[in-house]
């Protein structure tokens, strides 16, 4: 990975959760048509575009042993960003209209862990429970 892209990602993980979704909702809706949305508005939009497509998500990165083996609990940065990569190279193909980028680094921000869990009832992130 290039300097340019880890830097990009550590300016990425650095920002409040809310930014990262602003950004997928401007994205949503155009550059010329977020102007007329509040950041509520973007928020939300992203939100719902996030619940609508978390089951191809999950059934991307949840079960995946490179995105198992890097995640931990307390991770430096060198790790975390070695993670966002890995959730970028499996949801690029997959996602079209948003960053892979963005929403790979939300992920990372909100934790793997709790976004696995949530989305499979009693799933234990990790294992095929």
Known sequence: MDKLKKNQILDLLEQDANILFIKIG???IGDSAFMHHNE???IDLARSWLKRNKQKILELICEDEK????????MDNTTKVQLVVAIFDLISGVLIGVS???VSTLLV???IENFCQEG???HEFGTNK
């Not at 995105?67 to 307390?74: R, T």
């Open 120 to 122: 499979y009832e009693g």
């Open 109 to 111: 921000k909100y934790g």
């Open 67 to 74: 995105i198992i083996k890097l995640y931990k609990p307390l």
């Open 100 to 102: 892979p980028l963005v």
């Open 40 to 42: 509520k508005e973007l």
């Open 26 to 28: 401007k994205e949503l």
